[in-house]
Structure formats: C-alpha cells, structure tokens
Nanobody
C-alpha cells in the first residue's frame, strides 16, 4: 500500500513557475514508476510526465516537453514536478500516481494522490 500526498499548487501568472511535490508513505517507493497526471474542468484526465524507479528515464507529454521536469528522491520518498513557462492551458488539478511498470498509461497506475490545484492566469 502506498499513500501519496501532493503539495505546492497555487496561482501563478503566465510565464511563471511552480514546483509540485508528492510525498509517499511506505518503504517500497523505489519499486514504483511515479507519474504526474492532470485534469482540467470539463476534460478527461491526461498524462503529463513519468519517471522510472531509479530516476534514469522519463516520459513527457508533448504539451509539456521543454517546460516541465520530473525528478525523484528515493531517500526522501518524494517525487517532484518543476513547471516552468506556465501557460493558462496548464490550469488543472495535478495528481501524482504510482505504477508497478514504466508507463504513461493511467490504467496501470495503482495508487493516486488527492490532487493539488494549479491555476495559471493570463
């Protein structure tokens, strides 16, 4: 069982930056691929980025390439999402999630956080 708690969301102007954190409970954090997903009002949840168990590989959605960076600290059981050059279309609830396999497909993710709101004003 893994419990995930996101933090770091908020309101930022377009072009600004935010750093999200996701703290995981349990001693098996390093066994999971960690991913970030987001859901905007009226839209389906979409994949953002994922990072492998060791942190050596990442997958990025085209919409965030060059702007968002995922990283993890297995000693701290924490995954981060650095978001730069934010756009109004990045406004969404951001969720972190854990999966037993390396993938950007949401259905393979077994554990989810409660989400944190990110709002980008124009």
């Amino acid at each position: 069982q893994v419990q995930l708690v996101e933090s770091g969301g908020g309101l930022v102007q377009a072009g600004g930056s935010l750093r999200l954190s996701c703290a995981a409970s349990g001693r098996t954090f390093s066994s999971y691929t960690m991913g970030w997903f987001r859901q905007a009002p009226g839209k389906e949840r979409e994949f953002v980025v994922a990072i492998s168990r060791t942190g050596t590989s990442t997958i990025n959605a085209d919409s965030v390439k060059g702007r968002f960076t995922i990283s993890r600290d297995n000693a701290k059981n924490t995954v981060y999402l650095q978001m730069n050059s934010l756009k109004p279309e990045d406004t969404a609830v951001y969720y972190c999630a854990a999966a037993p396999v390396y993938s950007g497909v949401s259905r393979v993710y077994d554990y989810w956080g409660q989400g944190t709101q990110v709002t980008v004003s124009s």
